[in-house]
């Protein structure tokens, strides 16, 4: 089984959401979560980028990752 690592602020923020129940810091969680959700996708996709078996799959991922990152078509290689 995988582990995911967040943030000890998220972490906090979680306990106190669901032990306290603080409602609170229902944002500040939501948030928390995306941006970790986005860059586990953005991992995966640099991941597939260095290991696809094709020229064309690495091709494809490569964008798709600088997509994501948010890196203009012009400063790209």
Do not use: N
Not at 42 to 59: C, D, F, G, N, V
């Amino acid at each position: 089984m995988k582990t995911v690592q967040i943030p000890y602020e998220l972490f906090v923020a979680l306990l106190r959401y669901h032990l306290l129940e603080d409602d609170c810091c229902a944002e500040e969680i939501h948030q928390g979560l995306e941006k970790k959700l986005d860059s586990l996708v953005r991992h995966e996709l640099y991941k597939k980028y260095k290991t696809a078996p094709t020229q064309a799959e690495r091709e494809k991922a490569r964008k798709e990752y600088l997509d994501r990152r948010g890196v203009p078509d012009s400063f790209r290689w």
